[in-house]
């Protein structure tokens, strides 16, 4: 099973993100290093941290301009419910779900932070946003739009006709 483990490869330069992602990564290797019998209360856990995670990254892009409905957020809203339908399954006695879906989430968490987190991350920079207050100490920065997709040019809607427009000219 794939582990996860800290490394700067993680790290976005946003220090409320990046003491949230370590202290995922930690509670991961938690579930990963687990005794059968404590393995649901540890998976609990991380269910908890994850909520809390992933509603404090949705809370930032509603506050700074990411649509509310973009793929970064439905990421996080599907994790979670795929981490709690695990859980049930865990309860009903198959940990072996539990333990598969730690492994799976060694993958993916990666690959996430470094992609959707780290747009996430360049755009609450930009904005001079204050993780501890929810100041943006740059409003000028605020896009004037709701950024649609997970911020990235080609997750945007918009960035779809032209592509085409510009592929059939």
């Known amino acids: 099973m794939p582990q996860l483990e800290w490394s700067d490869a993680l790290a976005l ?4 993100l990046d003491d949230t992602h370590r202290e995922f990564v ?16 540890h998976w609990s856990a991380l ?26 957020s439905t990421q996080h809203h599907v ?9 049930k399954r865990g309860q009903a006695g198959s940990l072996g779900f539990v333990r598969q879906l730690a492994g799976e ?4 968490f990666p690959q996430h932070a470094q992609s ?15 993780a501890q207050t929810g100041i943006v100490h740059l409003p000028q ?6 950024i ?7 997750c945007a809607p918009q960035s779809l006709p032209e592509a085409s427009s510009t592929a059939s000219a």
Do not use: Y
């Open 13 to 16: 330069d946003l220090p409320a």
């Open 26 to 41: 930690d509670l991961l290797a938690t579930v990963q290093g687990a005794e059968d019998a404590q393995l649901l209360a």
């Open 47 to 72: 269910i908890d941290h994850t909520q809390a995670h992933f509603g404090r990254e949705d809370d930032w892009m509603q506050q700074t301009g990411f649509s509310s409905a973009n793929c970064h």
């Open 79 to 87: 994790v979670l419910e795929v981490m709690r339908e695990c859980l």
């Open 105 to 108: 989430l060694a993958i993916w």
């Open 116 to 130: 959707m987190d780290a747009a996430l991350a360049l755009h609450l920079r930009g904005m001079g946003f204050d």
């Open 141 to 146: 920065a605020r896009p004037s739009q709701d």
């Open 148 to 154: 649609q997709g997970c911020g990235g040019a080609s």
